[in-house]
């Protein structure tokens, strides 16, 4: 008797994963500087593929300091070419999370989910050269 309640007890429990789950996929990105502007490339990018809102976070400041947003009028996303940045002056050891939500058209009109993307970049701004350079929070 004690193994029929114990055994559903497991799967309840263990909160297993279910088929259509609602929440977004997350992707880390590339992140690189080109001409002293940010360059995050998002990998395996869909050909239905729209980003709805930029946000940047700053650790020190521990707060969101620049926002996009693209709802209105939302921008094909290309794998070849830098996803929208805000265009503001990062410090020098300063350390930054780029995130651009997505949402994959053909997906969300046939109530597939996941039906969007978070494109997610940590990293931080070093002085290489005299130059600023944003270097990957994962390859250091």
Not at 46 to 70: G, M, N, P, R, W
Not at 81 to 101: F, H, M, T, W
Request: proline share 6%.
């Amino acid at each position: 008797m004690h193994k029929f309640i114990i055994i559903p007890l497991v799967f309840l429990l263990s909160g297993c994963w279910h088929a259509n789950d609602p929440r977004p996929v997350m992707v880390n990105a590339d992140v690189s500087t080109n001409a002293g502007k940010l360059c995050v490339k998002a990998p395996d990018v869909s050909d239905d593929e729209y980003i709805l809102y930029v946000d940047l976070f700053d650790y020190k400041e521990q707060k969101d300091i620049a926002t996009i947003d693209f709802s209105a009028n939302p921008v094909k996303l290309d794998e070849k070419n830098c996803l929208p940045s805000p265009d503001i002056q990062y410090e020098v050891n300063g350390k930054y999370a780029y995130r651009a939500s997505t949402v994959l058209q053909k997906k969300q009109a046939k109530k597939i989910n996941p039906h969007r993307r978070t494109i997610m970049a940590t990293f931080f701004i070093k002085e290489v050269n005299g130059e600023k350079q944003a270097v990957d929070a994962l390859n250091m």
